[in-house]
T-cell receptor, first 114, second 115 residues
């Protein structure tokens, strides 16, 4: 079946603008995760959804970052007033509900803030 | 504190030879899971292998095996019979128990397979 999809694949924006990144998880996967990958910081956890609720959002770096998930499926990560340090690849992953199932990753969105 | 440590520099491996990628981890949780992912230059993260902390045997998946030494808190990945397509970054990750589902990743190991 289809894997995790993300859009857009690339996003270039100007400092101070808001951006929305979208993730479509694998059908039937109740858990959804956002990570960020940058040269300086490696792979960092941002937020985890179980269904539509986010029991762990401790990785969000500031209140400019928010995420939601609707219908237990699609998720949107929003970054307000983007800064240059937000430039990174944003990866989405999904997994079955069980804690010890592997997470399947999407291709990522490369965000560049000028 | 860093939970996953991968400190090897970039590695060149001869095709058809085996390569071992080191990973050490830090946790006080008795229940945890260890994962290895491959990230080729195209960028996608590909799941390779999983080891649970209570698993009695080392995990194996095709040419991948995990050398799990619990007392030493190490979870080294062994790739046997390297292929050119194995050239990639390899990430070790850990998920701790207690309902915590996030993965903590190491910095990665770069592997280049040469013919």
């Amino acid at each position: 079946g289809a894997g995790v999809s993300q859009s857009p694949s690339n996003k270039v924006t100007e400092k101070g603008k808001d951006v929305e990144l979208r993730c479509d998880p694998i059908s039937g996967h109740t858990a959804l995760y956002w990570y960020r990958q940058s040269l300086g910081q490696g792979l960092e956890f941002l937020i985890y959804f179980q269904g539509n609720s986010a029991p762990d959002k401790s990785g969000l770096p500031s209140d400019r970052f928010s995420a939601e998930r609707t219908g237990g499926s699609v998720s949107t990560l929003t970054i307000q007033r983007t800064q240059q340090e937000d430039s990174a690849v944003y990866l989405c992953a999904s997994s079955l509900e069980s804690s010890y199932n592997e997470q399947f990753f999407g291709p990522g969105t490369r965000l560049t803030v000028l | 504190a860093q939970k996953i440590t991968q400190t090897q520099p970039g590695m060149f491996v001869q095709e058809k030879e085996a390569v071992t990628l080191d990973c050490t981890y830090d946790t006080s949780d008795p229940s945890y899971g260890l994962f290895w992912y491959k990230q080729p230059s195209s960028g996608e993260m590909i799941f390779l292998i999983y080891q649970g902390s209570y698993d009695q045997q080392n995990a194996t998946e095709g040419r991948y095996s995990l050398n799990f030494q619990k007392a030493r808190k190490s979870a080294n990945l062994v790739i046997s019979a390297s292929q050119l397509g194995d050239s990639a970054m390899y990430f070790c990750a850990m998920r701790e128990g207690g309902g915590n589902n996030r993965l903590a990743f190491g910095k990665g190991n770069q592997v280049v397979v040469i013919p």
